[in-house]
């Protein structure tokens, strides 16, 4: 199976400031035919199951803020939470879904500094 | 609307055998654009992906858990249902199923559904 590797375990980050996680995985997941990258993130808070957020590397799920954007290509990606508010503190997971069982990164806890 | 809910035993003995399933609403599991997966979190770590059901009835499973698990499903009743054999205090984690699809041009989503998970306890 496809390993997923997140960056870093956890950050902290004023309130209004940048927040980056990256993600990398052990093969490709740009599945040629489509040119897609079959990479999701999903926020998780407290007592809930993940949230999904990005799908497609960079496509937003319906609702999901603007501040919140996917990025990258093949092996690396990053999702970048533009200016932190209160209600992102969470733990972000990273998924493929190119092949195999649906695999995740080992998670990236977002705090308020 | 996409409903899915896990239930089964929230407590199990070291070597007994668990069984969850997964009842789900707001779609048919009878063609190989639909999955129900089955991913756990032990408290305070990460998830982990353990099995997948196609809806025309292929399946993947962890290969760590493969000689352990078994992943079933029952058309009629719209659920799917884990095995667990030999469980251990290891395996006490958050139990969650939930569904993917494939639309018509599109290409695969990931799992955009969720049921609110069973936390299962290993211990004697």
């Known amino acids: 199976d496809i390993v997923m590797t997140q960056s870093p375990d956890s950050l902290a980050v004023s309130l209004g400031e940048r927040a980056t996680i990256n993600c990398k995985s052990s093969q490709s997941i740009l599945f040629g035919s489509d040119n897609k990258n079959y990479l999701a993130w999903y926020q998780q808070k407290p007592g809930q199951p993940p949230k999904l957020l990005i799908y497609?590397?960079?496509i937003r799920e319906s609702g999901v803020p603007d501040r919140i954007s996917g990025s990258g290509s093949g092996t690396d990606f990053t999702l970048t939470i533009s200016s932190l508010q209160a209600e992102d503190v969470a733990v972000y997971y990273c998924q493929q879904y190119y092949g195999g069982l649906l695999t995740f990164g080992g998670g990236t806890k977002v705090e308020i500094k | 609307q996409i409903t899915l809910r896990e239930s089964g035993p929230t407590l199990v003995k070291p070597t007994q055998t668990l069984t969850l399933t997964c009842t789900f609403s707001?779609?048919?599991?009878?063609?190989?654009?639909?999955?129900v997966g089955w991913v756990r979190q032990p408290p305070g770590k990460a998830l982990e992906s353990l099995a997948l059901?196609?809806?025309?009835?292929?399946?993947r499973r962890s290969p760590p858990l493969q000689s352990r698990l078994t992943i079933t499903k029952d058309t009629s009743k719209n659920q799917v249902v884990l095995t667990l054999n030999n469980m251990d205090p290891a395996d006490t984690a958050t139990y969650y199923c939930?569904?993917?699809?494939?639309?018509?041009?599109?290409?695969?989503?990931?799992?955009?559904?969720w049921g609110q998970g069973i936390l299962v306890t290993v211990s004697s």
């Open positions: 939930a569904h993917r699809q494939r639309l018509p041009g599109s290409g695969w989503f990931p799992f955009d559904s």
């Open positions: 059901m196609f809806g025309d009835g292929d399946k």
């Open positions: 497609w590397a960079s």
């Open positions: 707001g779609f048919s599991l009878n063609t190989r654009d639909v999955h």
